[in-house]
């Protein structure tokens, strides 16, 4: 059994928790498996009564089109960005490899050359332990106060996002919820896997969606790829790459 708590009712956010814990739940491999989410504000006698249905109940695990179905639907090509956004974008990396290239860097950097061809200027942040530290946070902040679109680019981990994407998205919303007047800002996520079927990220991009809409970002759509160790090290717009793309 598995329960999330949330401050306040919402719905969506409720329904990734319970895909979430579903999928991690199929990895176990349990006789019967369910999952609730319940309200802070709940009553005693309300989770008492909620609790007891859930020790009686047996969940369908979500294989499938029931996790594909989260994936946010593309958003409509053509809308016109905030006037008042800078042309900064701001790449966050948070793939856990930071020693060599990785599949998260390679598509990440391809982006911002490419932003960077049409006038954009740019920085990139790949996530580190000092994350965890004031001054980690600090930098972070900066990068994002700094940028009017925010590219946070990741491999798939355990259904959803690595711990130091989670820790970036946390501190990211206090920031904003701690100001007053926060500014406009636009979020696109990009999430790899290593599974053929692009519908293993629906989970991961509907938490990042959720994210920004929590934290008063205009979501501005993501990208899931299957297959992302093809990619490989080597940059995009290496001739075999080129090859790779077109043929696919």
Known sequence: ??????????????????????????????????TEVVVATDSADTLRR???????????????????????????????????????????????????PSTSSVLGSYLLERLGDRGWETESLTLRASLRREEGEAALVASTDRAGLILLVFPLYADALPFLVTKALAVISAHRRASATPTPKRLVAIVNSG??????????????????????????????????????????????????????
Not at 53 to 81: H, I, K, N, Q, Y
Not at 197 to 226: D, K, M, P, R, Y
Request: with cysteine; proline share 9%.
């Open 50 to 100: 909620r609790f007891e249905a859930l020790l009686a109940r047996s969940d369908a695990l979500p294989f499938g089109e029931s996790a594909a179905s989260l994936m946010p639907p593309p958003v409509v090509s053509g809308v016109a960005a905030d006037p008042n956004s800078p042309r900064r974008a701001l790449l966050i990396v948070g793939s856990p490899k930071t020693n060599s």
């Open 195 to 248: 599974f053929p079927e692009t519908h293993q990220n629906a989970v991961a991009l509907a938490i990042c969606q959720e994210f920004a809409a929590q934290s008063g970002l205009a979501w501005s759509g993501g990208l899931a790829l299957g297959g992302g160790g093809m990619v490989g090290e080597q940059p995009l717009t290496v001739a075999s790459a080129r090859g790779y793309l077109s043929s696919t």
């Open 1 to 34: 059994m598995v329960v999330g708590v949330e401050r306040h009712p919402n719905s969506h956010e409720a329904l990734i928790f319970k895909t979430l814990a579903g999928r991690n739940a199929i990895n176990l491999h349990p006789p019967t498996y369910a």
